[in-house]
């Protein structure tokens, strides 16, 4: 497996590996791009795995404003320089958020969409103030006590039993990203738009995945997105919270894959 990771001007920074079929996927707050890894890992031999930074964390640039319209924007213009027309559009939570602000700004760009422990709606107030508290604790305390904040909320019972030194290099992960970032993404998040009454509009192939035990974005809210939206598939993943792909690669990686498969022949 070759990763390539190209850093241009006010460009994203990305992993661009495998062939055929361009699958974009887009991370969770506040991890990168090396989420993915188990997913680039099962995947490249199927397909053209596309793995941005997204603004404001891992090697991408940290300048705001940032938006769920300027992260599709991002995405877009990373799409252009590649000069690829349409990619499957695969994120988990706020990648997620993410993919929906593409269906919506970018609809020609979009072949098929993997909506990934997410949700449509949008912040209610009591999640708004969160996030502001969040962006106080982020700007006066630093990354290490966001990671013990959302570490919990971000992995299952099962995995924080059984997989300590997974939630270890999670919480690498997070504390090493920058303040900056943190502070971008959360004020997008609180910002983003409901994207509920979209959902009857999508008319792409589309993928709910869901962690059983995910408390952040649970079950009920995956499956209402999955009757929502006609056609799309519902995979819950057994044993899994809410950073489903990383906490149970192997169920997770046979649901994406099998659902990529299934675009080669229509
Ligand atoms: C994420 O995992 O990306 C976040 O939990 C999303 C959110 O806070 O809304």
Redesign the pocket.
């Known amino acids: 497996m070759n990763e390539t990771i190209e850093i241009v001007d006010n460009a994203l920074a990305h992993a661009d590996v495998g062939r055929g079929l361009p699958v974009v996927l887009l991370?969770?707050?506040?991890?990168n791009r090396t989420m993915w890894e188990p997913q680039i890992a099962a995947l490249f031999g199927e397909c053209r795995c596309i793995v941005p930074d997204l603004r404001g964390f891992g090697h991408s640039p940290k300048s705001g404003p940032y938006s769920m319209e300027r992260h599709a924007d991002d995405v877009v213009a990373l799409l252009d320089a590649l000069q690829i027309e349409q990619a499957v559009m695969a994120g988990?939570?706020?990648?997620?958020?993410v993919a929906l602000a593409l269906f919506r700004h970018h609809r020609k760009r979009v072949r098929a969409l993997v909506l990934a422990?997410?949700?449509a709606a949008a912040?209610s107030a009591e999640?708004k103030q969160k996030?502001n508290d969040l962006i106080a604790v982020a700007t006066n305390e630093g990354t290490a006590s966001i990671a013990d904040k959302?570490i919990t909320?971000?992995i299952g019972k099962s995995t924080r039993e059984k997989q300590p030194e997974l939630v270890e290099r999670i919480r690498g992960i997070m504390t090493g990203e920058s303040v900056e970032g943190i502070v971008g993404?959360?004020t997008a998040?609180r910002e983003r738009p409901d994207s509920t009454a979209m959902l009857a509009e999508i008319d792409v192939p589309t993928l709910v995945v869901v962690g059983e035990e995910d408390t952040?974005?649970p079950v009920k809210e995956s499956r209402a997105m999955h009757e929502a939206i006609r056609g799309s598939r519902l995979e819950i993943v057994p044993g899994a919270g809410?950073?489903s792909n990383l906490e149970r690669p192997a169920a997770f990686n046979a649901g994406l894959s099998d659902f990529v498969g299934s675009l080669l022949y229509n």
């Open positions: 991370h969770a707050f506040p991890l988990l939570s706020m990648g997620g958020y422990d997410t949700r912040d999640a996030r959302q909320g971000l993404a959360l998040m952040i974005t809410h950073l």
